[in-house]
């Protein structure tokens, strides 16, 4: 047997890392997506989004083995390595020591934003069966409320920012990105991605007000 | 050369379980002065601002040219060698500071045993009694292989990428950049290399590489500008061929 396996330390750490990409960042790049049609108006939304989903096949083994358990192990695992910050942001006002701290602060907001996040849709949707019938009404009406619609946003960028420079940081980790320069130009390929995935969450969530 | 006042704030400590304090003082000195050359004037007459005589203030220096790296400590807020932190170049009052994260001993004097401790862990240092052949001459190498890990060998200990990293301190098994650094070094050594397996499973324990959380503060205060940053990025190119290697094998 060979020492690295034997100790589940790196392992752990680089199934966090992993996971963080596939499933999770993978699942917050397919939500916003499928969100982000709700600008073609309720009926479509509905119809070909909702209802599409929800009739596929072992859905609820693909949300609990696809998005809940990696999510959890993801959020746990997290919480477990931010104790181990130590940020000192004024002394240290490099970029990538704000991005370290934001990183892990980003975590645990995002955390919190999931908690009511599922709860007011997934969750309410297991009791009352007309949250997923009329979800387009049920989420026009909680972001026509001017705080909802701030939490979202904030909820929305956290993750973007959160999953973008995880990105960039996860390429050094597995050894990817390893000169300077490299790790540079890598940062801002994750910002552009940032960027766009942020464009097209915001444009999902105005869907829902047009 | 003309004689000017040089304002320093000293953070003293008397006994590892005391509590600090500052203390402030005005010294005559010359302006080419650099921390170590100050101190050296203060110990002659060490009198604080209020005209108290109190003991000399203890800290360590050895070489005077930036290489052995003894003398680090936090100046004006930032740590990094006193012998190359010259008093021309510093806002006054000039902050002294014993180096963070470590345990101190007296003064501007930290023990440093954690460097020592997170060298051995990944067994920096060269076999050179093995089964084969040690009258050989190590195997050569290229020119840019070799001025790549010549900027790795200018390490010296000091501890300021320790002092700088978030991640590294009493309340972690980190071992933090320097040490690191030393097992990329030794990986890529023509005779260290047949201990890499050795060193990369040293890395990937408790307080090993997978506790680096990139914000690359380390990079920015290195005195030597040794590029750590890259050999973490390098180390973990190398952990993740050995990962693969441990689960699929061959080892």
């Not at chain 2, 890395?203 to 090993?208: F, K, L, N, T, V």
Request: with cysteine.
């Amino acid at each position: 047997m060979s020492a690295s396996i034997e100790n589940p330390h790196f392992l752990l750490r680089r199934l966090h890392s992993l996971l963080g990409l596939l499933p999770v960042g993978a699942f917050l790049i397919f939500h916003l997506w499928e969100n982000s049609q709700s600008r073609f108006g309720a009926e479509h939304y509905n119809e070909h989004v909702v209802a599409a989903l929800k009739g596929m096949n072992y859905l609820p083994l693909m949300e609990i083995f696809v998005i809940a358990l990696p999510l959890l192990f993801h959020a746990g695992y997290g919480l477990v390595i931010t104790a181990q910050m130590r940020a000192e942001l004024a002394r240290y006002s490099y970029a990538r020591n704000r991005l370290y701290w934001m990183q892990r602060i980003s975590g645990i907001g995002i955390l919190l934003f999931l908690l009511q996040h599922v709860g007011m849709t997934r969750i309410a949707g297991t009791w009352d069966p007309s949250v997923g019938d009329d979800l387009f009404g049920h989420m026009q009406a909680m972001l026509s409320q001017p705080w909802m619609l701030g939490l979202y946003l904030v909820g929305l960028l956290l993750s973007v920012f959160h999953l973008a420079n995880g990105l960039a940081s996860m390429a050094i980790v597995w050894g990817v990105t390893t000169s300077v320069r490299a790790q540079t130009l890598f940062g801002w390929v994750c910002v552009l991605i940032g960027v766009l995935l942020a464009a097209m969450g915001i444009h999902g969530l105005m869907g829902f007000l047009s | 050369m003309t004689e000017q006042s040089i304002h320093l704030r000293i953070r003293r400590q008397d006994r590892p379980d005391s509590t600090p304090y500052w203390q402030e003082f005005v010294i005559s000195g010359r302006a080419d002065h650099n921390i170590v050359s100050l101190l050296m004037a203060l110990r002659e007459n060490p009198v604080t601002i209020s005209g108290q005589r109190v003991d000399p203030v203890v800290w360590e220096h050895n070489c005077m040219e930036e290489v052995c790296g003894a003398c680090a400590m936090l100046i004006n807020g930032v740590p990094r060698p006193s012998c190359s932190a010259l008093v021309a170049e510093l806002d006054q009052p000039i902050r002294l500071e014993p180096l963070p994260k470590f345990p101190v001993v007296r003064d501007l004097l930290v023990d440093r045993t954690r460097i020592d401790q997170g060298l051995k862990q990944v067994k920096a240092w060269i076999k050179i009694d093995g089964v084969w052949d040690t009258h050989e001459g190590a195997p050569r190498i290229g020119p840019s292989e070799w001025a790549a890990n010549y900027l790795y060998s200018r390490c010296m200990s000091c501890g300021c990428c320790m002092a700088a990293c978030p991640q590294f301190g009493a309340h972690s098994a980190f071992l933090g950049p320097a040490p690191l650094a030393q097992a990329r070094l030794m990986n890529a050594h023509p005779t260290g290399r047949y201990d890499k397996t050795e060193r990369l499973h040293a890395i990937m324990a408790e307080g090993g590489l997978s506790d680096c959380g990139n914000a690359q503060n380390c990079v920015r205060v290195c005195p030597k500008e040794i590029p750590l940053t890259t050999a973490i990025g390098e180390l973990g190119r190398q952990t993740t061929v050995q990962l693969l290697k441990d689960i699929f094998g061959p080892r």
